[in-house]
């Protein structure tokens, strides 16, 4: 059917298909996408107008919509987080290794074994890969044009998720990163080395728990 057609059922009113973006979101356990909320919906519904209004709804409420990637998703107002914390916590704490491999995805994705190591000065081993790929905090990209045809690595959703990140640009400074002990403090290609006095804590790595 062209998209200008007429539909034969009128479209729900839009204080409708906002309690139904609200319903799908409430009971989706991943963010969910406008392409993925107007499958669900019903033919004529706007999910995107819909999101606006639900989001303007929500503003000051104790959870709020947020985009997450391309995706949309309920999550807890910022300043009520230490409400959600609980007493007992299972921790899985990232190796060294693990860390900087993160970062290096994080900052120069997408990027492939070979330039995660040039960057690291030091081999990776593939369980440090495998950790990653079973944290779902980065996925496989697309495979580079050149010899070999090498995969490249990227972040991912949860990723941002996990950290509270809309997307890839709101992640911290490479010195923030140093200076909580989360890199080493030699400089990584096209950065400056740090001085003594910005040497990193390698006490805080809280961060990257799971």
Known sequence: MADDAPSLFAAPPMGEQ?????AILFASVAPMTVP???RRMPTGCDPAEALAYLRRRYEGRGVRVVRIGDGWAFRTAPDLGH???QEQVETRKLSRAA???LAI???HQPVTRAEIEEIRGVAVSRGTIDQLLELEWIRLGRRRMSPGRPVTFVVTD???DHFGLESSRDLPGLRELRAAGLLDARAMPGTEP???DDAPDTGQTEMFED
């Open 18 to 22: 906002e309690r139904m973006v609200e």
């Open 36 to 38: 993925e909320l107007a």
């Open 83 to 85: 409400l959600m914390q």
């Open 99 to 101: 860390i900087e491999t």
């Open 105 to 107: 995805i994080a900052y």
């Open 158 to 160: 949860q990723f941002l």
């Open 194 to 196: 740090l001085t003594e």
